[in-house]
């Protein structure tokens, strides 16, 4: 897929909602990696993400897809750090699968509820700050003010 090779990035995240062949070309790329939309941290994610499909969450579908296509192992999972309450069903689901997690910081995830949660989840995870970083200051500072807070975001994961 070109949009590896143009922007010059391991992985994508990538949208289920369109169904498995559109992910596939993502999936192919076997040496990068593409997270699956699951559970976004934005509030309105809750519309579609929660609906009840065939009695259970719609997530927990896109979750077990994310599962079947993940036969090179290059698949992992969004999943907000905004939606605490979520968590411990993604993992029964996900398993083992990789998450990226956004929503520290700007959105006012919690990093203590979120660290206590993946204590114990056997895969990687890697949390995502953007605008609490880049946006640190607004001054001449705004390139300290932004390695501090990267810092300190890092600090804190390893505690």
Known sequence: LSLFDRLDVDAATVNPYLGA??????L???DH????LAVTSNPGGA???ELVCEGEPLFRHVIRMARRLNGSGNVGLVVG????TLWRDVMDVAVDLPLLVPGIGAQGGDLGLLKSALRDYPAPTLVNASRSIIY???GADFGRAAREAALNLADKLRE
């Not at 990696?33 to 699956?36: C, N």
């Not at 750090?81 to 605490?84: G, I, L, Q």
């Open 47 to 49: 519309d579609l993400q």
């Open 136 to 138: 640190a200051s607004s």
């Open 21 to 26: 062949d559109a992910l596939l070309p993502f």
């Open 81 to 84: 750090a905004t939606r605490p």
């Open 33 to 36: 990696g593409a997270f699956v």
């Open 28 to 30: 192919e790329r076997v």
